[in-house]
């Protein structure tokens, strides 16, 4: 267990509501990463986070913002939700120092936008 | 841009019935290959890295090898509680861990 916590772990929302998803870890990883899971695509990256404050862009990252104020903390915040965003959405650390080290997920949040 | 394919999509078993899965990729140089479980409304399990051309893992009745293009999940005997979704993933250049994920493979093992 790599001390991963996603809350909530299923969200119902409107079109055009802001909605934020939380990722807590317990173990002071440095890098930390929002993915996004749909039929037909696999495993597509949203944004990562290299440290506090510090954060980039993944393949998938138009509509969606992150912040980290604690290292134990990575917040994804769909500004306006769109039905397009319906998804289950997964955090995930590197539990490495070194490069190329796999990835330790949580168990998802199920986001449905209505 | 690195690319995964794995295939089939999917695969039905009877238990005891060994086979392989498939998981091919195009990369700019190999910097490894990671394979995961996943059973549904969990994340990811992570299962082996692989980081150079010949390199086998084993674990239980699973089996990864990695040559220059490809990998193969080679499960022996397997079971009902095998079942699940299995991915494969390549690391990014550079010093970030970003993984390209294959969209996977569901198999089902029949008891």
Redesign the interface.
């Known amino acids: 267990d790599a001390g991963i916590t996603q809350s909530p772990r299923h969200k119902v929302t409107e079109t055009g509501t802001p909605v934020t998803l939380r990722c807590h870890q317990t173990e002071n990883h440095r890098y930390m990463y929002w993915y996004r899971q749909d039929p037909g695509h696999g495993l597509r990256l949203i944004h990562y986070s290299y440290g506090v404050k510090d954060t980039d862009k993944g393949e998938v990252s138009d509509g969606y913002s992150v912040s980290r104020s604690k290292t134990e903390d990575f917040l994804l915040t769909l500004e306006s939700a769109t039905s397009s965003q319906t998804s289950v959405y997964f955090c995930a650390i590197s539990v490495l120092s070194g490069i190329n080290s796999p990835l330790h997920f949580g168990n998802g949040t199920r986001l449905t936008v209505t | 841009e690195d690319q995964v394919t794995q295939s089939p999509e999917a695969l039905r078993l009877q238990e005891g019935e060994s086979s392989s899965l498939n998981c091919s990729y195009t990369v700019s140089g190999l910097?490894?290959l990671?394979w995961y479980r996943q059973d549904p409304?969990?994340?990811?399990?992570?299962l082996f890295?692989l980081?150079s051309a010949g390199e086998e893992k084993e674990k239980e009745r699973l089996k990864a090898t990695l040559t220059k293009k490809e990998s193969f999940l080679h499960i022996t005997a397997p079971k009902p509680e095998d079942s699940a979704t299995y991915?494969c993933?390549v690391?990014a250049f550079?010093?970030?861990?970003?993984?390209t994920?294959?969209?996977?493979i569901t198999l089902s093992v029949r008891p």
Do not use: H, I, M, Q
């Open positions: 910097r490894g990671f409304g969990k994340g990811p399990e992570f890295t980081y991915l993933a690391p550079g010093a970030n861990s970003k993984l994920f294959g969209k996977g």
